[in-house]
């Protein structure tokens, strides 16, 4: 059972440069979401979806996109990138209970240089 | 504004003793609570949850505490071992399925 994967797992890019950071999970969960983590701070909310077709924005949904044409994935696009958006992104997927909390990709660490 | 608060960035723990990690959170509107464990390179794994209408859950060596009062919880780990040394997340709902996550705090357990 794979959970949740992430690819790539490092990126570098340029200021102004483009890239999706792709998100799948074998799960069936309906739920999926994007979290970005800086260094010493917390995950702070990108997008999340509850459902395909449907997505909505987090605390920091600025410079970024997504889409969710399917159930298992949820990509991530990034458009014109800033090295304001050097961070440590994480995927997750759940139910829509807590009870079991998220399952977590292993991340996509990103430099913009 | 923070709405989660982990206010010790780390703790240090010997080996077989108890973990104490704190949270706080300052939003009236969260009635539900996890933690959540990270190793680094990895993502966050979950541990434990529990539900503004107890104050308490335990499973095994982890139980979390809620004071609803005090807008409080906490998470102990009993023994600690040093397979537990990772950053740990506490984190909030606030009757939906987003989450708002604390800065974490990393632990030690020296054997």
Request: glycine content about 8%.
């Amino acid at each position: 059972n794979a959970g949740v994967t992430q690819t790539p797992k490092f990126r570098i890019l340029k200021i102004g440069q483009s890239m999706t950071l792709q998100c799948t999970q074998d799960m069936n969960h309906n739920y999926m979401y994007w979290y970005r983590q800086d260094p010493g701070m917390g995950l702070k909310l990108i997008y999340y979806s509850v459902g395909a077709g449907i997505t909505d924005k987090g605390e920091v949904p600025n410079g970024y996109n997504v889409s969710r044409s399917t159930t298992e994935d949820f990509p991530l696009r990034l458009e014109l990138a800033a090295p304001s958006q050097t961070s440590v992104y994480f995927c997750a997927s759940s139910y829509e209970s807590l009870s079991y909390g998220y399952t977590f990709g292993s991340g996509t660490r990103l430099t913009v240089v | 504004d923070q709405q989660v608060k982990q206010n010790s960035p780390s703790l240090s723990v010997q080996e077989g003793r108890i973990s104490i990690l704190n949270c706080d959170y300052t939003n009236s509107m969260f009635d539900y609570f996890l933690w959540y464990k990270k190793y680094p390179a990895e993502g966050p794994t979950f541990l434990i949850s529990i539900s503004s209408i107890k104050d308490k859950n335990e499973d095994g060596r982890f139980t979390v505490f809620l004071n609803k009062s005090a807008k409080h919880l906490s998470l102990h780990i009993v023994p600690s071992q040093p397979g537990d040394s990772a950053v740990y997340f506490c984190a909030a709902s606030g009757g939906y399925s987003t989450l708002t996550f604390g800065k974490g705090t990393m632990l030690l357990v020296s054997p």
